[in-house]
């Protein structure tokens, strides 16, 4: 959980302006991805009657540092006082939505929910408030992800309808897609998992 003291002066504007700016020197194709996940969390938030605003932000937020490095990411996860986890160790890339949060909270972000949809926008994570779960899935729905997701029109319709269906679904398959091939998987991600189960996300 963020630690919400010891925060920069500066509100919600200072925050989008601060967003927009690193966002502007990110590579094309990451920028791109920004905007068609702005777009399809906008889409998500409209459906569910959620804050339009907030999840444009927590969408043009949640890749800020993906184009760090590996060793940067841990680097920066240490000097941000960011638990490491042996997976992430293991694959730092985990870690760009993490920095990328406690980077934006250290420069005045004051609000928990864009914070923890930055945050966990990889893996989810038990207790994920609605504007995260429709960043989460709008990351993967991306169309330029179908090859990736082919059951991504599946997805959609059923995030249209609960975000916990589709965010259940998604863990569901991608954690049997890990556990095939014998990767690794997230600690969050299966408690996450766990947690919609235990509540009746379920069919």
Same mark, same amino acid.
């Given at each position: 959980?963020? /630690?919400?003291?010891?925060?920069?002066?500066?509100? /919600?504007?200072?925050? @989008?302006?601060?967003?927009?700016?690193?966002?502007? =020197?990110?590579? @094309?194709?990451?920028?791109?991805? !920004? #905007?068609?996940?702005?777009?399809?969390?906008?889409? !998500?938030?409209?459906?569910?009657?959620?804050?339009?605003?907030?999840? $444009?932000?927590?969408? @043009?937020?949640?890749?800020?540092?993906?184009?760090? *490095?590996?060793?940067?990411? !841990?680097?920066?996860?240490? $000097? +941000?006082?960011?638990?490491?986890?042996?997976?992430?160790? $293991?694959?730092?890339?985990?870690?760009?939505? *993490?920095?990328?949060?406690?980077?934006?909270?250290?420069?005045?972000?004051?609000?928990?929910?864009?914070?923890?949809?930055?945050?966990?926008?990889?893996?989810?994570?038990?207790? +994920?408030? *609605?504007?995260?779960?429709?960043?989460?899935?709008?990351?993967?729905?991306? *169309?330029?992800?179908?090859? #990736?997701?082919?059951?991504?029109?599946?997805?959609?319709?059923?995030?249209?309808?609960?975000?916990?269906?589709?965010?259940?679904?998604?863990?569901?398959?991608?954690?049997?897609?890990? +556990?095939?091939? =014998? @990767?690794?998987?997230? /600690?969050?991600?299966?408690?996450?998992?766990?947690? +919609? !189960?235990? $509540?009746?996300?379920?069919?």
């Amino acid at each position: 959980m963020a /630690p919400w003291g010891n925060r920069r002066g500066g509100g /919600p504007h200072s925050i @989008q302006d601060t967003v927009r700016r690193w966002a502007a =020197g990110l590579p @094309q194709g990451l920028r791109d991805h !920004l #905007r068609r996940v702005e777009d399809i969390a906008q889409e !998500l938030a409209v459906a569910h009657r959620l804050d339009e605003e907030r999840a $444009r932000l927590c969408a @043009q937020a949640h890749d800020l540092c993906r184009a760090m *490095p590996g060793g940067r990411l !841990l680097e920066e996860a240490g $000097r +941000l006082d960011i638990p490491v986890n042996p997976v992430e160790a $293991r694959a730092p890339i985990l870690l760009h939505g *993490p920095v990328a949060a406690e980077l934006l909270r250290r420069e005045g972000l004051d609000d928990r929910d864009v914070y923890l949809g930055v945050y966990h926008h990889s893996t989810a994570c038990p207790g +994920l408030p *609605p504007i995260a779960k429709a960043v989460f899935l709008a990351d993967k729905l991306d *169309p330029r992800k179908a090859s #990736r997701y082919p059951y991504s029109a599946e997805l959609k319709a059923t995030a249209m309808g609960s975000l916990d269906a589709a965010l259940l679904e998604f863990l569901t398959r991608e954690i049997g897609v890990f +556990l095939t091939r =014998g @990767q690794l998987v997230h /600690p969050a991600s299966i408690e996450a998992r766990n947690e +919609l !189960l235990l $509540r009746g996300a379920g069919p």
